[in-house]
Every structure is written in C-alpha cells, then in structure tokens.
C-alpha cells in the first residue's frame, strides 16, 4: 500500500463550452479497469446523442492500468490529453470521459488538444483532488478521569481522532502515520503516567483535500 497519493474527490461533473462545443468533463474514481469502464459505457449510454465521449484512466498504485480513447475524434487529440493531464496531476485510480457536442466549428488538431486536455484541467479544479495518506488507528483505553486531559492534548496535535468510544472505560481511536506509531505510543504514555492501554489498529487511508 502507497504511503500516500492523490486521486479525484468523489464524482463530478463540470461544463465548458469552446467555440459553440459544449465539452462536459466527468470523474470519477476507480480502483479496477472493470470500474472504470463499466464507467464510460454508463456516460456514453447517458449522452448517447452527444458527437464524442472521449476516456482515459490511470489505475493502480504503479500506474499499471492506463488506457486513452479518442472516440472518433482524430487520432491523439482527445483521450492522449486527457490522460496527459491526470499523469501531470499526479492523480491515481481515477477514470475521466469528456462528453463533446459539436457546435459547428472545427477546431483542428492543436485546437482539439487544447479543448479536451483543458475540459480535464478545469473540471479537476472545479470537483476537486483529494491526498489520501496511509494511516494505522490506535486503540487508546484509559479511565475516564483521563478523558478531558487526553481529548485537549489530541486536539491540538498533529494527530486526527477518529471516533472515542464509552464503555466501563474510554477508548480512543487516532488516526496515526505508520512511521509516527512508536512516537504516539511514547506519547501517550508519558502523559497518562503509564496508565493507558495502547495497541494498534487496522490501516486505512485518511481523506484531505487539497487546495
């Protein structure tokens, strides 16, 4: 698992229009080809009257899933930018389809790059790029004299909490860097005086946007 990457926010539409051709960019993410493609047939099926619906994806932690289609338009204008773009950005398992309805102007080679790469560029910045950053929870149970003392040092720390849990005693849940786990362990214990109960958790990616 990838210490960290960045990928597309969620599903997401965005429209520009380029001399009367409306080109819609769709996103979305995906962590296998089948999900991305099952993606574009549900966008060309959604705008089957529309003149193209041009695709790229990146998929997998090495970027081993990769694949562009022009979808009718001339050869390396539509689906190579596009791609271009994600490869630029950064971005894994994300699949992209820029829907085009012709509005009757030709906008030759250069200016087909231009459209789809820059439909890609804006609808990114409009839906938004995520980093997720690979995470162990740690499990911190204490009594609840401890509560107020721990929740005030962890909100004013670098360390997210996740959830705490009431029972016969307090549990924490922290969302910790991998390399961080012996330094909050440390932590956590100096400021209980060694009466805290820390063992570590699942791993997950946790979610930041970036600006």
Known sequence: ML??????KEYGEHEII????????????????????EF???IKKKHRDATHN????????NDQFQKANDDGEP??????PMLEVL?????????????????????GGGGLVRAYGGSVSEGLQAIGIVKRTLMRVMHTKVDYTWLGKLENELRSSVYDVKEIHYADAVEIETYVE??????????????TNGQATIEEGTQTYLEQDVK
């Not at 630029?88 to 906008?107: A, C, E, H, N, Q």
């Open 3 to 8: 210490p960290h990457y960045y990928t597309v």
């Open 18 to 37: 380029i001399q009367k051709s409306r080109f819609i960019c769709h996103t979305k993410r995906a962590t296998t080809e089948q999900e991305a493609q």
């Open 40 to 42: 574009i047939q549900e």
């Open 54 to 61: 041009c695709s790229a994806y990146l998929i997998g932690e």
């Open 75 to 80: 050869s390396g204008t539509a689906g190579v």
């Open 87 to 107: 490869k630029k950005k950064g971005l894994k398992d994300t699949v992209v389809v820029v829907t085009r309805y012709f509005g009757g102007i030709k906008l």
């Open 178 to 191: 991998e390399a961080e786990t012996e330094a909050f362990t440390a932590w956590m214990t100096d400021l």
